[in-house]
């Protein structure tokens, strides 16, 4: 049992970084210009696509990697050239549409260039066994790998944000927009430096995701929702919330799928248990965050 | 006799910034009380504190005797805390009369209802016709207040103000960006509203302070330096110092 | 002249069947239909949205849940009590009743906590307890799952067969006619006022006196129960109820009716309904591909034009005129 527990919450900060990249973006894009991107989770899906035909066509998994990181931002890049940047003065409601309708596009054109069916792809070369990380427990090397990325990209940022001099402009922008301005500094530049990086970390995680899951159109929104989530239990604007909040909803949503059923089974018949511990366990993130909005309506780490 | 309002010990920080440091004042029934102080001595932090937009890290607001540091804002203007904005601020897409109507509406109560008319509410649309009569805003009544001038909206924030029937106006610069003109009607209509209305006057234009004011305190970094009558303050050679350097602006 | 106005246009859409069919269109009757029920939904979030400015992105699950209410009784009305306790039923004076109390307490509990914050925030929260809903729904194999749930019979109203389309039509367009009654009051009340001076300027409401937040939470009940109430009258259009009802992109979906029909405007949800609807029969009927077709247009709305469709009518308009 022990030995399941620990490898189910492995599996679950693997899925806790994979959201934080996602969150990691959205939250500072907000944050820092006040944009609520719901096209986030296309441009998770674009890396995923991009990156698996590069591999594809290369027949190397690590061939794709950068041709999923350029797809994403170039993606994000025209995005924020295009559409974003015409709503920064907007209100929320206007870059709600207008992103909504970028996701419809999105999905449709991914459709038209790769059919609606799941795409499956294979492990990289070197990353497709396990090791022995205890007696009994073999994990898999790939989720191993995903977990050391997501948290050697949380220690860049971090790095990035306290340590640099886009990280200061980052954070005062997060925190005074006009001081930002009032310093001298090209703020378009920065917002389009951030919202760059952004689409490069989800498109990060949206290849990585790939091989574990399966590459399809709308995989994009399934995990922006649950960002959604990370985004505002960790608090809006917060990188540190959103990491925290991320490995905390990553676990507890991985728990509950994985031990639920199990768990009622205790209690009821098991057709019972399976149907009501499926159906808690896929709204225990959402449970989560109303007992966090009743307890700090701002988030864990609200930056005001 | 009670003070209408007290504040009493307000202290409220900004990271390492004290910017309300231990402040102390009253306004007493029938007085003028101004509060006067160079950009960035703390003026707004402290407004937002007696209005409940802010709350106080330490320190009490009496309003007329009872404690009110923990009331939220609407809470506060039952009790009957009145306020005007610096930077004018009112219901942009309804008409001047509307504005006033729905400060009515508000004190009358009632207003929790789905199935009244608000058009058709005569008291509301009575009282609100009789603070327009007389005014400058008379005939810009039906106008829609996005389309007023700069010193119409103004006017029209003391009338909303007066609306509530306030025990104590707290009024935020209601000269700031007036012209000559202007500032001389305000400062009529505002010893007016003095006869029957305590005030805390918070105000650049020294014509206005020393035209009006029973009582003047002044703020400088946070701090009360100074409270006295206009005259003492006049002459308070601390307060010429710390506060205005150049001593003819006094004059 | 609006009184005329409206009269013409009463006399339409009662004439709508006859013409319909006259012309041998009788799928048009259906389409008015889903017209008259979407429009329903879409006044009831313009009521948040325009007049009190919440931009709430997860009301397609009050519309679900008013649809599920529906669905749900009919199944227990054949299968048995639910939790052999509630019985069901198939009568549509207990299923509306029934279908706007469950949807006014979900928008209660949704509303209570989402109107904590304000913002983007809101946005996200609408956004994520929506989708709880409709996880929850597909977790749900009692009621079908993700496959949804078939209602052979629609529901009995004194004693019409709502199973004939140009009945079913009178009956929706009758709803409809009630609820934009009742809302024109709500709109016109104090109550209605006060929504409409919390989205001008909500710091200016508190220094007035008033408490934001209960006003801002009533009308989100009020909104989720016009949403349930055009739900349950969906599930009887279509026979049919499904979580699909309830994804995030019906969510959407109801906001780009708000916009397309004017933002705010009282029968604007009615143009924007009927010009979503009809732009979304022709588009898929021309290209399964329509959601790119739809997502352009509606990017360019977004963009380039204010005030929706009315909006760039008048734009257009005053083009010509130039």
């Known amino acids: ?152 990209v949380a220690a860049g940022l971090w790095l990035l944000i306290n340590r640099t001099r886009v990280g200061m402009l980052v954070r005062a922008g997060a925190t005074n927009r006009d001081m930002v301005r009032a ?53 809006v604007g917060s990188i540190r919330g959103a990491f925290v909040a991320a490995l905390i909803l990553g676990v507890v949503d991985t728990m509950l799928r994985a031990f639920l059923p199990t768990l009622l089974r205790q209690v009821m018949t098991p057709a019972e248990a399976d149907q009501l511990g499926i159906g808690i366990a896929s709204m225990g993130i959402y449970l989560l965050m109303a007992l966090v909005l009743l307890i700090r309506p701002r988030g864990l780490f609200a930056t005001a | 006799m009670t003070a209408v309002l007290e504040i009493a010990g307000l202290v409220r920080r900004f990271g390492g910034l004290t910017a309300t440091d231990n402040v102390s004042l009253t306004v007493m029934p029938g007085e003028i009380h101004a509060l006067i102080g160079p950009n960035g001595a703390g003026k707004s932090t402290l407004i937002n504190q007696i209005c409940g937009e802010l709350r106080p890290d330490a320190g009490a607001v009496r309003l007329m005797g009872r404690d ?162 206009p005259d003492a303050i006049r002459n308070d050679p601390a307060v010429r110092e710390a506060y205005l350097g150049a001593e003819d602006e006094l004059a | 002249m609006r009184a005329v106005i409206l009269i013409l246009a009463a006399a339409a859409l009662l004439a709508l069947p006859f013409a319909a069919q006259a012309a041998g269109q009788p799928a048009l009757i259906t389409l008015a239909t889903r017209i008259a029920v979407y429009a329903i939904a879409a006044a009831s979030l313009n009521f948040i949205l325009g007049y009190g400015g919440m931009v709430s992105f997860g009301h397609a699950a009050f519309f679900g849940l008013g649809a599920y209410t529906v669905g749900v009784m009919f199944h227990h009305a054949g299968a048995g009590p639910m939790f052999g306790l509630i019985p069901g039923t198939t009568h549509l004076l ?32 609408t956004l994520a307890f929506a989708q709880m809903l409709f996880f929850l729904f597909v977790s749900l194999t009692t009621y079908g799952g993700e496959d949804g749930l078939i209602i052979r019979r629609p529901n009995e109203f004194l004693g019409l067969n709502l199973r004939d389309r140009v009945t079913m039509y009178y009956v929706a367009l009758g709803f409809a006619a009630a609820f934009f009654l009742i809302l024109w009051r709500i709109v016109h009340s104090s109550f209605g006022a006060v929504i409409q001076g919390i989205r001008q300027n909500e710091r200016r409401m508190a220094a007035l006196g008033y408490a934001p937040y209960r006003y801002k939470l009533a009308a989100f009940v009020l909104s989720g129960m016009g949403c349930g109430l055009a739900g349950a009258l969906m599930a009887n259009v279509l026979r049919f109820t499904s979580p699909d009802l309830m994804h995030w992109t019906k969510s959407g979906e109801l906001i780009v009716m708000v916009i397309l029909g004017g933002l705010g405007s009282f029968f604007g949800p009615v143009f924007g309904a009927a010009a979503f609807l009809i732009l979304e029969t022709y588009l898929a009927g021309w290209s399964e591909h329509w959601p790119l077709a739809l997502g352009a247009i509606l990017l360019v709305i977004v963009l380039f034009t204010r005030g929706g469709v009315a909006g760039l009518i008048a734009r257009i308009g005053g083009a010509l005129q130039r």
């Not at chain 2, 106008?143 to 009024?171: I, M």
Request: proline share 3%.
């Open chain 1, 1 to 152: 049992m022990s030995i399941l527990l620990i490898e189910q919450a492995l599996n679950g900060v693997q899925y806790g970084v994979t959201l934080f990249l996602l969150a990691a973006g959205l939250t500072l894009i907000f944050g820092i210009m006040g944009v609520i991107n719901l096209a986030h989770g296309s441009l998770y899906m674009i890396g995923a696509y991009a990156g698996m035909y590069a591999a594809a066509e290369t027949g190397s998994f690590w061939l794709g990697l950068p041709v999923a990181l350029a797809a994403a931002a170039v993606a994000g890049l025209a995005v924020e050239a295009l559409v974003i940047r015409r709503l920064y003065n907007r209100d929320h409601l206007d870059q709600v549409l207008a992103t909504f309708a970028l996701i419809l596009m999105a999905n449709q054109a991914i459709i038209l260039m790769f059919g609606r069916q799941p795409i499956f792809t294979r492990l990289p070369a070197g990353f497709d066994g396990s090791v022995q990380l205890l007696p009994g427990l073999a994990y898999p090397t790939y989720r191993l790998l995903i977990i050391a990325v997501g948290l050697a």
């Open chain 1, 183 to 235: 310093l001298g500094v090209d703020i378009r530049l920065l917002y389009t430096v951030v919202f760059g990086l952004g689409a490069l970390l989800a498109g990060l995680a949206g290849y990585m995701a790939g091989p574990i899951g399966a590459v399809q159109v709308g995989m994009g929104e399934q995990i922006l929702l649950a960002t959604f989530v990370v985004v505002v239990v960790g608090g």
């Open chain 2, 68 to 229: 009110i540091t923990a009331a939220t804002v609407p809470e506060r203007v039952a009790l009957g805390l009145g306020r005007t904005f610096q930077v004018t601020s009112l219901l942009d897409e309804m008409t001047v009369r509307a504005n006033i109507g729905m400060a009515v509406a508000a004190r009358e109560g009632r207003t929790f209802r789905l199935w009244d008319r608000l058009a058709g509410r005569a008291s509301v649309w009575a009282e609100a016709d009789a603070l327009l009569r007389g005014t400058a805003l008379e005939p810009r009544a039906a106008v829609v207040v996005r389309d007023l001038s700069h010193g119409e909206k103004k006017q029209l924030e003391l009338l909303v103000a007066l609306a509530r029937r306030p025990a104590v106006l707290l009024l935020d610069e209601p000269m700031a960006g007036l012209g000559h003109a202007e500032s001389q009607e305000m400062i009529g209509r505002l010893a007016e509203v003095g006869r029957t209305t305590p005030m805390l006057l918070v105000e650049h234009d020294m014509d206005a302070v020393f035209a009006l004011a029973t009582r003047v305190s002044v703020l400088v970094y946070g701090r009360i330096i100074a409270q006295g009558s």
């Open chain 3, 94 to 125: 207990v299923t509306i009743p029934l279908a706007l109390a469950v949807s006014g307490l979900a928008a209660a509990a949704i509303g209570a906590l989402s109107l904590r914050t304000g913002g983007v925030q809101f946005i996200m929260i």
